[in-house]
């Protein structure tokens, strides 16, 4: 009996022994993968050209962003909660949100740039968080600067309060100081507009940043017109790549933003606004008709085929035909 009890720990212990090696070769595997679409965002935030990245919330629009044409993605923190049901407060974890990540990195060849909100915490939060992000092939995330659990920056008439400069500069030091892959992308987001303020607070807060070693600043504006943008554009003399979010004033032709000098645009919550009007329009004809006839005559829904596509299901024919026996 004894024999059989010590056998059983040694299997035990092996088994603990090989699941720890199994998740440092994954972590390994990613950290690597992920060196490589962290240059391509690096390279991207400080191209000539003005580049463009464009929202997904899980695996699937991931993948769909990518067969676009799209060179990166905004994996957007509003879209994410969304899908989930919550609010774009930190309802959701920081570790459910990584979660989202790990499927949508693996779908995908492209960088992704995370919308990390306010790192969840403190500095010890956020370059936690970073190391996680890291490990699963993400290759940059946006931090911004105001206080934890946040507002989302779109809110009418909410008050949107600052983290203070400093402290949020020496988050951006810590996570940098963090690294691994030095092209992991750290980017600032400063909100001094969005929570009211004049030019002359964003310039200091994105100096502040710059100096902590973001690799380039997000300048956010909810105003319809891009005057914001202009006037920081304009002040700012290109000191640091900087990436901005035309939400809310998506009249403005892009090419005044190559003008300004922009380095980045993101489309930002437009395939979570157009799956949820689908989603809404489909779901009401079905419960009023009664019938699947008018949805699939007018082609509103793909075939299921498509999805199984998407899913990339060929590879595991091959691999059933491969491994499984005959």
């Given at each position: 009996?004894?024999?059989?009890?010590?056998?059983?720990?040694a299997n035990?212990?092996w088994?603990h022994?090989s699941?720890?090696s199994n998740?440092l070769?994954?972590?390994?595997?990613y950290?690597?993968?992920?060196?490589k679409k962290?240059?391509?965002?690096?390279?991207?935030?400080?191209?000539?050209n003005?580049?463009?990245?464009?929202?997904?919330?899980?695996?699937?629009?991931?993948?769909i962003?990518?067969e676009?044409?799209f060179?990166?993605?905004?994996?957007?923190g509003?879209?994410?909660?969304a899908?989930?049901?919550?609010r774009?407060?930190?309802?959701?974890?920081?570790?459910q949100?990584?979660?989202?990540?790990?499927f949508?990195s693996e779908?995908?060849?492209?960088?992704?740039?995370?919308?990390a909100?306010?790192?969840?915490g403190?500095?010890?939060?956020?370059?936690?968080?970073v190391?996680?992000?890291?490990?699963?092939g993400?290759?940059?995330a946006?931090?911004?600067?105001?206080?934890?659990?946040?507002?989302?920056?779109?809110h009418?008439?909410?008050?949107?309060?600052?983290a203070?400069?400093?402290?949020?500069?020496?988050?951006?030091?810590?996570c940098?100081?963090?690294l691994?892959d030095p092209n992991?992308?750290?980017?600032?987001?400063?909100?001094?507009?969005i929570?009211?303020w004049?030019?002359?607070?964003?310039?200091?807060?994105?100096?502040?940043?710059s100096?902590?070693?973001?690799?380039?600043?997000?300048?956010?504006s909810?105003?319809?017109?891009?005057?914001?943008?202009?006037?920081?554009?304009k002040?700012?003399?290109?000191?640091?790549?900087v990436?901005?979010?035309p939400?809310?004033?998506?009249t403005?032709?892009?090419?005044?933003?190559?003008?300004?000098g922009v380095?980045?645009?993101?489309?930002?919550n437009h395939?979570i606004?157009?799956?949820?009007?689908?989603?809404?329009?489909?779901?009401a004809?079905?419960?009023?008709?009664?019938?699947?006839?008018?949805?699939e005559k007018?082609k509103?829904v793909v075939p299921v085929k498509e999805i199984?596509?998407?899913?990339?299901d060929?590879e595991?024919v091959?691999?059933?035909?491969?491994y499984?026996?005959?």
């Amino acid at each position: 009996m004894a024999k059989n009890l010590t056998s059983r720990a040694a299997n035990i212990i092996w088994k603990h022994v090989s699941d720890k090696s199994n998740r440092l070769s994954q972590c390994r595997y990613y950290t690597a993968h992920g060196a490589k679409k962290s240059a391509a965002l690096k390279k991207m935030l400080t191209s000539s050209n003005l580049e463009y990245i464009m929202e997904a919330h899980n695996g699937l629009s991931a993948k769909i962003v990518e067969e676009a044409g799209f060179q990166g993605i905004w994996a957007s923190g509003l879209a994410m909660s969304a899908q989930m049901g919550v609010r774009d407060s930190n309802e959701a974890s920081w570790t459910q949100v990584v979660d989202i990540l790990e499927f949508m990195s693996e779908a995908t060849e492209i960088p992704i740039l995370v919308d990390a909100d306010t790192g969840y915490g403190n500095f010890n939060n956020a370059r936690r968080l970073v190391g996680k992000l890291e490990e699963r092939g993400v290759a940059g995330a946006c931090f911004e600067d105001k206080l934890f659990p946040k507002t989302n920056s779109l809110h009418d008439d909410r008050h949107q309060p600052l983290a203070d400069m400093e402290e949020f500069a020496l988050k951006i030091k810590a996570c940098k100081d963090s690294l691994r892959d030095p092209n992991f992308c750290i980017v600032a987001r400063v909100e001094a507009f969005i929570a009211g303020w004049e030019l002359e607070e964003a310039l200091k807060r994105s100096e502040a940043y710059s100096n902590a070693g973001a690799d380039a600043i997000l300048m956010h504006s909810k105003k319809s017109d891009p005057s914001e943008i202009e006037a920081f554009m304009k002040a700012w003399n290109h000191k640091t790549p900087v990436v901005i979010v035309p939400t809310k004033y998506y009249t403005t032709p892009t090419q005044q933003f190559k003008d300004w000098g922009v380095s980045m645009v993101i489309w930002a919550n437009h395939n979570i606004r157009t799956s949820v009007k689908a989603m809404q329009d489909v779901t009401a004809q079905i419960y009023k008709e009664q019938s699947l006839i008018g949805i699939e005559k007018e082609k509103k829904v793909v075939p299921v085929k498509e999805i199984f596509r998407l899913q990339n299901d060929h590879e595991l024919v091959q691999a059933e035909n491969k491994y499984l026996p005959k």
